[in-house]
T-cell receptor
Framework: DTGVSQNPRHKITKRGQNVTFRCDPISEHNRLYWYRQTLGQGPEFLTYFQNEAQLEKSRLLSDRFSAERPKGSFSTLEIQRTEQGDSAMYLC??????????????????FGEGSWLTVV | GENVEQHPSTLSVQEGDSAVIKCTYSDSASNYFPWYKQELGKRPQLIIDIRSNVGEKKDQRIAVTLNKTAKHFSLHITETQPEDSAVYFCAATTLATASKLTFGTGTRLQVTL
């Protein structure tokens, strides 16, 4: 179990293009989160899944953003018609009892390395 | 919603000195307060956390204190080392809802030789 993994790690795209990021949480973690982080700021919450259900969405998540977790395991975050203001690091995180070995604290939110997006 | 304020934004200490970072929160329902360390270009990593039923928690050189009445909590790092240099974020959430963390704006700690 290698923790939360995200890909791609870096993406440069032209304004107006669509991009998709994938997140694989810690195995058996039922909660999955997406955050966005810009330089010099703390992570900002975007959305949260419990299993396959999307339970909360931030007002930061405009209609150009969509997140899915179809089978309650991996998740994707798609940004349509990217704008320069979308340039940021997109962090995925997960929490819950799980992992091999079962040492992960149920309350702790574990972050992936992030996916850097640059819109030019 | 929850609002977390963090001070100072930058902190420079000499190796061996102590560092203190302070945070305040607004939502009295918040009951879980983790601290994350983030090195440049890396993921935020949990270094210590505290629940509202505890006033203080210590792990080697790191300690966190919580004052529920005043709604503030602090991170204390003693005997600082160069590898402590990073950005530190406090956060708050309500465990019952198991949802989002609200982060502070971060403190850039520089430990000089």
């Amino acid at each position: 179990d290698t923790g939360v993994s995200q890909n791609p790690r870096h993406k440069i795209t032209k304004r107006g293009q669509n991009v998709t990021f994938r997140c694989d949480p810690i195995s058996e973690h039922n909660r999955l989160y997406w955050y966005r982080q810009t330089l010099g700021q703390g992570p900002e919450f975007l959305t949260y899944f419990q299993n396959e259900a999307q339970l909360e969405k931030s007002r930061l998540l405009s209609d150009r953003f969509s997140a899915e977790r179809p089978k309650g395991s991996f998740s994707t975050l798609e940004i349509q018609r990217t704008e320069q203001g979308d340039s940021a690091m997109y962090l995925c995180a997960s929490s819950g009892i799980g992992g091999i070995p079962r040492v992960y604290n149920g309350n702790t939110i574990y972050f992936g390395e992030g996916s850097w997006l640059t819109v030019v | 919603g929850e609002n977390v304020e963090q001070h100072p934004s930058t902190l420079s200490v000499q190796e061996g000195d102590s560092a203190v970072i302070k945070c305040t929160y607004s939502d009295s329902a918040s009951n879980y307060f983790p601290w994350y360390k983030q090195e440049l270009g890396k993921r935020p990593q949990l270094i210590i956390d505290i629940r509202s039923n505890v006033g203080e928690k210590k792990d080697q050189r790191i300690a966190v204190t919580l004052n529920k009445t005043a709604k503030h909590f602090s991170l204390h790092i003693t005997e600082t080392q160069p590898e402590d240099s990073a950005v530190y974020f406090c956060a708050a959430t309500t465990l019952a809802t198991a949802s989002k963390l609200t982060f502070g704006t971060g403190t850039r700690l520089q430990v000089t030789l």
